[in-house]
């Protein structure tokens, strides 16, 4: 029998917990697939079987039953050990942060100082960008998505729900009928995006006035009266007048994303933890 990892130990305290290969996956951010992988392991090392697998969920077996008060104590000694590390351990270095180009100017740069100031010792390297970062290269530690990742190894959590309104100036919308209307849409890096192919499909064969790969962009034209855009509800629309019909329907969720060997880092976690707030406050 060779010594378990303690990963392996916390997957099966959530597996026990949640009852659920999914209850579990949602408890520690992860796949349900890693939850299973961990326990496979953990079963190999201490070789003995801790869960019956049956279709409806998974059940401790006699020996899983007697790992529990084990596996609590040494839970509790590794929290111990953290807060008192957290106590000594500077918060320093350079945390880098990936996401959307309008989620990075609109939400994260305006609203994140206040947690800058709590944190004096980090450098926030906020990267605005349309592609996807590979976290398992390490190129960002933290990641901003509206698609969650399926790749393993990787932490996920839901931090928002973005919604999308049909937005003008209220002059423009005056002096046209809806038939007039001329509209500023994505362009071809973007029309992927489900707001945008809702915006095409209610456009019909009305004109495009205005095509962007940039949200702000679009936002500034918007307030300007040169048309009809849908924007995230993170815009302000002070100017704008939000269209109640159509309603936009497209609802996005927004997922933080972290290499689980990397959140482990106290400056990563610390940052993550100030984003997750930011999103718990906003929303």
Request: hydrophobic residues 45%.
């Amino acid at each position: 029998m060779s010594q378990p990892n303690w990963d392996d130990l916390r997957f099966f305290l959530a597996l026990h917990d949640a009852g659920t290969l999914s209850g579990a996956a949602r408890a520690a951010g992860v796949e349900h697939t890693t939850v299973a992988r961990r326990i496979d392991a953990l079963e190999e090392k201490l070789a003995v079987k801790l869960f019956d697998r049956f279709p409806k969920g998974w059940s401790l077996t006699a020996a899983g039953k007697a790992l529990v008060p084990h596996a609590r104590k040494m839970e509790e000694s590794l929290h111990g050990l953290m807060r008192e590390a957290s106590g000594t351990t500077a918060l320093t270095g350079k945390v880098r942060v990936s996401a959307p180009p309008a989620v990075t100017a609109w939400v994260l740069a305006p609203r994140l100082p206040p947690a800058l100031h709590r944190l004096p010792g980090i450098e926030l390297d906020l990267r605005a960008e349309l592609r996807v970062t590979d976290l398992m290269r390490r190129e960002s530690d933290i990641a901003l998505r509206y698609t969650r990742p399926t790749a393993p190894g990787l932490a996920v959590r839901s931090v928002a729900t973005v919604t999308y309104r049909l937005c003008a100036t209220e002059a423009y919308l005056a002096s046209r009928s809806p038939e007039q209307w001329e509209f500023l849409g994505y362009d071809e890096l973007l029309q992927h995006a489900p707001q945008h192919q809702w915006l095409e499909k209610i456009r019909g064969t009305r004109r495009c006035y205005m095509r962007a790969n940039d949200l702000g962009t679009l936002y500034q034209a918007t307030l300007a009266g040169s048309g009809v855009a849908v924007l995230p509800d993170y815009f302000p629309l002070a100017g704008l007048v939000e269209i109640e019909a159509p309603l936009c329907p497209i609802k996005r969720k927004l997922w933080i994303v972290m290499h689980e060997d990397v959140r482990r880092a106290a400056p990563v976690r610390a940052v993550a933890d100030e984003i997750i707030a930011l999103f718990t406050s906003v929303g």
